[in-house]
């Protein structure tokens, strides 16, 4: 996809900027922000993809809804408007986190529940975590019934699957055979 290629080059750029100004942290709150209200709201989403808008009104819009951000964040805006390319800023928030904590050793482990994990689950998790990575791990809980029980863990292009679904799944293939 070309816009994810996009992305992730202005994703190294603000994070190189962001990195010889000393602010890097403070604009990956700003890309945590972005990349959750873009990506997380719908309308959001469909107006800065929205080719009838104009540049100045999207413009406005991102620069009054994160109005609070770091230069550095605005700079970005401000590239995206005279290049014409608001639709691929939450793809390049979401670029800039991971890029941030690749630089600080850190990987994000997505952790899929039945129900929200609690301090047991967790521990049993971060035991499970410690036998892939041996990086800082930021887990990120994503609940889905559909599982049953048990987990699901992904780091990188690693996978471990001990959900209930999982299991009846193989139970079903053994009896199958």
């Known amino acids: 996809m070309m816009s994810t290629r996009a992305a992730i080059r202005y994703a190294k750029a603000i994070l ?40 100045k009104v999207k413009s406005g819009a991102v620069n009054e809804i994160f109005s609070g951000v770091n230069g550095v964040t605005k700079g970005l805006f401000q590239l995206l408007n005279e290049n014409k390319r608001f639709e691929i800023l939450g793809t390049i928030a979401s670029e ?7 630089m600080n050793g850190m990987e994000t482990a997505t952790v899929t529940t039945a129900v929200p994990m609690d301090a047991e689950l967790e521990g049993k998790v971060m035991t499970k975590i410690l036998t892939f990575s041996n990086k800082k791990i930021n887990i990120k809980n994503i609940v889905d019934p559909a599982i049953i029980g048990g987990f699901i863990l992904r780091i990188g292009d690693q996978q471990y699957n001990a959900s209930v679904a999982n299991r009846l799944q193989v139970l079903k293939r053994e009896l199958s055979n």
């Not at 403070?26 to 989403?45: P, W, Y």
């Open 16 to 55: 190189d900027i962001a990195h010889s100004k000393g602010v890097a942290t403070e604009v990956g709150n700003d890309m945590t922000t972005i990349a959750s209200t873009v990506n997380g709201n719908a309308e959001l989403s469909a107006f800065l993809t929205d080719e009838t808008k104009s540049l």
């Open 96 to 102: 800039y986190n991971r890029l941030f904590e690749e």
